[in-house]
């Protein structure tokens, strides 16, 4: 049979056995955080800090790349194994900027190509079990992929900081390091792969992609596996609002869950916030896996508290190039020794606290304001909504007006490229301090989409929506209408509807 046949014949059986319900019920939510993990690293291990300057630009949301040359002193100047990976990100003067001000939306560092590790504002330490890494030669390309959001007006220095846990070829346990490779797992694949989880869809509050989605969505989230080996860590990456990932492996007609990722919360804005950590393998899951198998992932949002706009699921595996041991997860005994426990790479930061809802006199009350003029179009500029905008006074302030069945159309006049805004509604009165949790897209079910145009000096993909403007639906009913920015939440203002 041709690899292709066989391939197509893998990915039907394992959206048969997804789809008909063949696999493990979802567990309830994560509570108890595990036990933080301690390393094991091979003796000779050094440990490398490097940082990496970045400008970001009043409001910044964009996706961008960075070369890491071999002379640049980012990057380790000799021949070894990576078996460690701490991301951070400070400013120039050293201090670390909180969640809500400077966000770490993503990182990924790419190794020739291919991903060799990623992390999100959750901050996940990327660990290989001691006798595997990451091999890494002298002349080899680094790039840095990384998106990260300014949530304020002003610009900022930023300091990409990094640290390698790094054994050097002269170190004598180099000499029996096994390499591993990134197998990057994810439900929606491309480079910048968000999805949308409306306020109240899935079953019983909870929105499982793609299980949830079109079943066509499911033929895309698949991993091939080409060679055999052996799976040695996982950790899983989610959005606020995101309950756990659930990692999968198929072979022939056969579906295993091998790891679930969960997302434990802390702090007072549970399951609206990034004060997470993720749950990631313990030291001794290893999974044997054959050419031929499929490694897919999927994840869960809670839907009762808000919708969640480009959200993520994602699982990055560390796999060995050639076999290395591990149970095998397709007979009885191989699933029940597999251990699935968790630990977790870091406690809580403080960075990732957040203060988001406390009580502000910033914000005007929509709903008591006057009318203001009756208009077809707002307009977006210098992070200020022109009309309707809360924190502006007198007539500038109150709610523009739209009649029942027509639409009120919004533009982004701010330079297009580099700063994108949101009408994203929320609960009136919407007026507290802005963060992670706060505001939440707890209004109408409607979305502009980030309103800009891809910046030419990017990635291959943007957060922009591809246009400048959006208008309401024409089926809105009378009322006061709140809304936000998500790129910038400390932007509030309003609309209103009338017959």
Same mark, same amino acid.
């Given at each position: 049979m041709p690899s292709s046949q066989r391939k197509l014949i893998l990915v039907l059986a394992a959206t048969a056995a997804l789809i008909g319900g063949a696999l493990p019920s979802a567990a309830s939510a994560a509570s108890t955080p595990p036990k933080v993990g301690v390393p094991d690293y091979p003796a000779g291990t050094k440990k490398l800090t490097y940082k990496v300057?970045?400008?970001?630009?009043?409001?910044?949301?964009?996706?961008?790349?960075?070369?890491?040359?071999?002379?640049?002193?980012?990057?380790?100047?000799?021949?070894?194994?990576?078996?460690?990976?701490?991301?951070?990100?400070?400013?120039?003067?050293?201090?670390?900027?909180?969640?809500?001000?400077?966000?770490?939306?993503?990182?990924?560092?790419?190794?020739n190509g291919s991903v060799l590790t990623a992390a999100g504002e959750e901050k996940t330490k990327w660990i290989t079990p001691n006798g595997f890494g990451y091999r890494f030669n002298d002349g080899d390309s680094l790039i840095l992929n990384h998106m990260i959001h300014n949530l304020t007006a002003n610009p900022e220095k930023v300091i990409y900081e990094y640290t390698l846990y790094f054994l050097p070829d002269t170190a004598p346990a180099a000499e029996s390091i096994i390499q591993v490779r990134t197998d990057f797992v994810d439900v929606n694949p491309g480079t910048y792969p968000?999805?949308?989880?409306?306020?109240?869809?899935?079953?019983?509050?909870?929105?499982t992609y793609p299980k949830d989605s079109p079943a066509s969505l499911m033929n895309r989230n698949r991993v091939p596996i080409y060679r055999d080996g052996t799976l040695v860590g996982t950790a899983g990456h989610l959005h606020p609002g995101g309950l756990y990932t659930d990692l999968y492996l198929t072979r022939d007609d056969q579906t295993r869950r091998i790891f679930r990722s969960n997302a434990y919360y802390y702090g007072r804005a549970k399951g609206a916030s990034w004060n997470i950590s993720?749950?990631?393998?313990?030291?001794?899951?290893?999974?044997?896996?054959?050419?031929?198998?499929?490694?897919?992932?999927?994840?869960?949002?809670?839907?009762?508290?808000?919708?969640?706009?480009? /959200?993520?699921?994602?699982? @990055?595996?560390?796999?060995?190039? !050639?076999?290395?041991? =591990?149970?095998?997860?397709?007979?009885?005994?191989?699933?029940?020794?597999?251990?699935?426990?968790?630990?977790?790479?870091?406690?809580e930061l403080p960075e990732n606290r957040d203060n988001g809802g406390r009580k502000t006199n910033v914000y005007a009350d929509a709903r008591k304001l006057a009318d203001g003029p009756t208009l077809s179009e707002v307009r977006i500029k210098d992070f200020i909504y022109q009309q309707g905008d809360l924190t502006m006074?007198?007539?500038?302030?109150?709610?523009?007006?739209?009649?029942?069945?027509?639409?009120?159309?919004?533009?982004?006049?701010?330079?297009?490229?580099?700063?994108?805004?949101?009408?994203?509604?929320?609960?009136?009165?919407?007026?507290?301090? /802005?963060?992670?949790?706060? @505001?939440?897209?707890?209004?109408? !079910?409607?979305?502009? =989409?980030e309103l800009g145009l891809p910046f030419s000096g990017g990635f291959i993909d943007q957060a922009a929506a591809g246009r400048t403007s959006w208008s309401t639906p024409k089926t809105l009913n009378p009322g006061t209408y709140t809304y936000f920015c998500r790129v910038h939440p400390f932007m509030r203002a309003a609309f209103r509807v009338k017959r």
């Amino acid at each position: 049979m041709p690899s292709s046949q066989r391939k197509l014949i893998l990915v039907l059986a394992a959206t048969a056995a997804l789809i008909g319900g063949a696999l493990p019920s979802a567990a309830s939510a994560a509570s108890t955080p595990p036990k933080v993990g301690v390393p094991d690293y091979p003796a000779g291990t050094k440990k490398l800090t490097y940082k990496v300057p970045l400008n970001i630009e009043p409001g910044q949301n964009l996706n961008l790349l960075k070369s890491i040359g071999k002379n640049t002193k980012m990057r380790p100047n000799e021949s070894g194994w990576i078996v460690g990976f701490v991301p951070n990100l400070k400013r120039a003067d050293g201090t670390t900027p909180p969640v809500d001000q400077i966000h770490l939306h993503h990182l990924v560092m790419l190794l020739n190509g291919s991903v060799l590790t990623a992390a999100g504002e959750e901050k996940t330490k990327w660990i290989t079990p001691n006798g595997f890494g990451y091999r890494f030669n002298d002349g080899d390309s680094l790039i840095l992929n990384h998106m990260i959001h300014n949530l304020t007006a002003n610009p900022e220095k930023v300091i990409y900081e990094y640290t390698l846990y790094f054994l050097p070829d002269t170190a004598p346990a180099a000499e029996s390091i096994i390499q591993v490779r990134t197998d990057f797992v994810d439900v929606n694949p491309g480079t910048y792969p968000v999805f949308d989880v409306h306020q109240g869809a899935g079953v019983n509050g909870r929105y499982t992609y793609p299980k949830d989605s079109p079943a066509s969505l499911m033929n895309r989230n698949r991993v091939p596996i080409y060679r055999d080996g052996t799976l040695v860590g996982t950790a899983g990456h989610l959005h606020p609002g995101g309950l756990y990932t659930d990692l999968y492996l198929t072979r022939d007609d056969q579906t295993r869950r091998i790891f679930r990722s969960n997302a434990y919360y802390y702090g007072r804005a549970k399951g609206a916030s990034w004060n997470i950590s993720m749950g990631a393998t313990n030291p001794d899951w290893k999974v044997a896996v054959k050419a031929g198998d499929v490694l897919s992932v999927q994840v869960t949002y809670d839907t009762t508290k808000a919708s969640w706009y480009e /959200s993520m699921g994602i699982s @990055p595996v560390q796999r060995s190039v !050639r076999p290395a041991g =591990g149970v095998d997860p397709f007979t009885t005994e191989g699933f029940a020794a597999l251990d699935q426990s968790e630990v977790l790479t870091h406690p809580e930061l403080p960075e990732n606290r957040d203060n988001g809802g406390r009580k502000t006199n910033v914000y005007a009350d929509a709903r008591k304001l006057a009318d203001g003029p009756t208009l077809s179009e707002v307009r977006i500029k210098d992070f200020i909504y022109q009309q309707g905008d809360l924190t502006m006074p007198g007539r500038k302030g109150r709610p523009p007006v739209v009649k029942q069945g027509q639409s009120l159309r919004f533009v982004n006049q701010d330079p297009p490229t580099k700063i994108y805004h949101t009408v994203t509604p929320c609960k009136a009165p919407c007026d507290r301090t /802005s963060g992670i949790s706060f @505001p939440l897209a707890d209004g109408e !079910r409607i979305d502009s =989409g980030e309103l800009g145009l891809p910046f030419s000096g990017g990635f291959i993909d943007q957060a922009a929506a591809g246009r400048t403007s959006w208008s309401t639906p024409k089926t809105l009913n009378p009322g006061t209408y709140t809304y936000f920015c998500r790129v910038h939440p400390f932007m509030r203002a309003a609309f209103r509807v009338k017959r």
